[in-house]
T-cell receptor
Framework: SQTIHQWPATLVQPVGSPLSLECTVEGTSNPNLYWYRQAAGRGLQLLFYSVGIGQISSEVPQNLSASRPQDRQFILSSKKLLLSDSGFYLC?????????????FGPGTRLLVL | QKEVEQNSGPLSVPEGAIASLNCTYSDRGSQSFFWYRQYSGKSPELIMFIYSNGDKEDGRFTAQLNKASQYVSLLIRDSQPSDSATYLCAVSKAGTASKLTFGTGTRLQVTL
């Protein structure tokens, strides 16, 4: 079966500091990978998605970036965090295309920028 | 107009009753429709998805889709206190990588 991991689980960072969140998927190959952010009281917002190694699509312009150095690894980064970057960051994976393609979420990273 | 709209709730139902959660969407090109459950402080977990008009049943859950009315619903039969959570409706469009657009969720409270 497939498993998705995210770390760290929680993170408190000062404004202006860098960020690196990691997501890995086990039990599948060539998944589609996604980063979402859920701000307090708001819905999930898609930030980035990737259909393969080195292929990143950005949905929302911001000071975040994503990379996919390996097939089952997805990294979310920032050079300088803003207060508005606080939130619950969720990685998800899916496989294939078409109406049955379904996304499954990792446990998430809760980020607080002070 | 939001792309995916849900009543934020809370929706309160007694234990054993049917809970009805509703979602409307604006894009007629939407392909598939998903219901996720999210407990407080946790990540969303998939309940079920539907992509054809009509009903789809999975245990105590039934998803209903009406593309003409751009409306999707989730019925939970025999509601249990453990069903108390926020229910997220998500919509995808056809294309490479199923990008989901989420509603803000409906909070369900099942009372004893």
């Amino acid at each position: 079966s497939q498993t998705i991991h995210q770390w760290p689980a929680t993170l408190v960072q000062p404004v202006g500091s860098p960020l690196s969140l990691e997501c890995t998927v086990e039990g599948t190959s060539n998944p589609n990978l996604y980063w979402y952010r859920q701000a307090a009281g708001r819905g999930l917002q898609l930030l980035f998605y990737s259909v393969g190694i080195g292929q990143i699509s950005s949905e929302v312009p911001q000071n975040l970036s994503a990379s996919r150095p390996q097939d089952r690894q997805f990294i979310l980064s920032s050079k300088k965090l803003l207060l508005s970057d606080s939130g619950f960051y969720l990685c998800a994976w899916s496989k294939g295309t078409g109406p049955k393609e379904t996304q499954y979420f990792g446990p998430g990273t809760r980020l607080l920028v002070l | 107009q939001k792309e995916v709209e849900q009543n934020s709730g809370p929706l309160s139902v007694p234990e054993g009753a049917i809970a009805s959660l509703n979602c409307t969407y604006s894009d007629r090109g939407s392909q598939s429709f998903f219901w996720y459950r999210q407990y407080s402080g946790k990540s969303p977990e998939l309940i079920m998805f539907i992509y054809s008009n009509g009903d789809k049943e999975d245990g105590r859950f039934t998803a209903q889709l009406n593309k003409a009315s751009q409306y999707v619903s989730l019925l939970i039969r025999d509601s249990q206190p453990s069903d108390s959570a926020t229910y997220l409706c998500a919509v995808s469009k056809a294309g490479t990588a199923s990008k989901l657009t989420f509603g803000t969720g409906t909070r369900l409270q099942v009372t004893l």
